[in-house]
């Protein structure tokens, strides 16, 4: 067995875990709990090294939506905002090549886990996310990605 087979079983366990005590438990925000649920690297939760790292920050490389993804779309959402932009999913998947070929590797479900989990962390107000999934103008799956996190519902393992 390599170090990465037992990184990566680590990696499986925590998440068991993580989720486990959040649904049971009522223990971390939604953000943190929907980022293990979907496999998207909680970047909001990172530490500046003044404080013990979270346990995401052992297992970067695990994660399905990496943490350069994350940093990258929320650099161009953040621009987005700041330039009140208007910017639509349909927009951004043909930025990204979704609906094409995407030579950076994205796909539809990375686009709508993370910006689910950006939602979630607070980040935005509600007419930039309004504007982002505006009916005919996003696909019906992502119209569900300013709904409640329910955690009976939304955690299963």
């Not at 998207?40 to 970067?60: C, I, N, Q, W």
Request: with cysteine.
């Amino acid at each position: 067995m390599t170090e990465n087979d037992v990184m990566g079983a680590l990696f499986a366990q925590q998440r068991m875990q993580i989720l486990h005590i959040g649904k049971h438990h009522d223990e971390f925000n939604d953000a943190y709990l929907h980022a293990w649920e979907s496999g998207v690297y909680p970047l909001m939760s990172d530490t500046d090294g003044s404080v013990p790292r979270k346990p995401h920050e052992f297992y970067a490389q695990y994660f399905t939506s990496s943490k350069e993804k994350v940093e990258f779309l929320l650099k161009r959402l953040d621009d987005a905002w700041r330039k009140q932009e208007g910017l639509t999913f349909y927009g951004l998947e043909d930025e990204l090549g979704v609906r094409s070929f995407s030579s950076q590797g994205w796909d539809r479900c990375d686009l709508i886990n993370i910006c689910r989990y950006l939602y979630l962390d607070g980040c935005y107000d509600d007419e930039f996310w309004s504007a982002l999934i505006e009916n005919g103008k996003c696909p019906s799956e992502a119209l569900s990605l300013t709904s409640k996190f329910q955690r009976e519902v939304d955690i299963y393992f």
